[in-house]
């Protein structure tokens, strides 16, 4: 398969929407999922967006951001692939189609996302930069996940990040994302790990 056999667009309906289920469910630990039932209601509002890709009229991959934060940042907070279609392209041109729709529709200075290991490199290469924080995320009934925390800038420039707008969003991300207290040890214990600003 190509990458020029992929469209892109909304889900169009129930079957898309058990297949974005389908998906997270596959691509993403328990704690990392958020209900279907919450996210489409979500997108129907407007507080998310998501974009799928489709080949031969099948969803293969999806990408969701939480665009409406209240805060200095707008969230990747998903993006999947058909495992098997790893390699292909169609996880990168999602990311750069999300990057694109950041750019031209939303008006935080911030995009955000929980970069898992494997997913690092190519954030990278779109432009997203470390954050200086031992960031982490809470588990039910487990210990806390580290992930690594990315920013990238409205217009797509490499300028660095103030420590202290990191700190508001990444404040932000843990408490409303999270539902943790301001003053929550988890919470505390990332924002005490970024350097002085």
């Known amino acids: 398969m190509s990458k020029h056999s992929i ?6 309906g129930d079957a898309d929407w058990a297949a ?3 998906l997270m469910t596959a691509s ?24 799928c890709a489709f080949s031969a009229g099948r969803l293969v ?5 939480w665009e409406r ?3 200095n940042y707008v969230l990747l907070s998903y ?7 790893h390699g292909r392209g169609i996880g990168t041109a999602l ?8 750019h031209r529709v939303c008006g935080a200075p911030y995009l955000v996302l929980e970069g898992m290991e494997k997913a690092v490199p190519l954030y990278r290469r779109l432009k997203f930069q470390d954050l200086p924080c031992a960031y982490r995320t809470p588990v039910a009934g487990g210990e806390p996940a580290s992930y690594t925390l990315m920013a990238g800038n409205r217009g797509g420039r490499r300028k660095s990040i103030s420590i202290r707008d990191a700190r508001i969003f990444t ?19 990332v924002l005490a790990s970024y350097p002085a600003a």
């Open 7 to 12: 469209r892109f667009g909304a889900p169009k």
């Open 20 to 22: 974005i289920d389908a």
């Open 28 to 51: 993403f630990a328990p704690h990392e999922r958020t209900p279907i039932a919450e996210l489409r209601p979500w997108v129907a509002e407007g507080s998310n967006s998501i974009d």
């Open 61 to 65: 991959g999806f990408c969701v951001l």
């Open 69 to 71: 934060t209240n805060s």
């Open 79 to 85: 993006v999947a692939v058909d495992a098997a279609l």
């Open 95 to 102: 990311c750069q189609r999300a990057v694109d729709r950041f």
């Open 171 to 189: 404040k932000h991300l843990l408490s409303q994302g999270y539902a943790l207290a301001e003053d929550d040890p988890l919470v505390r214990e």
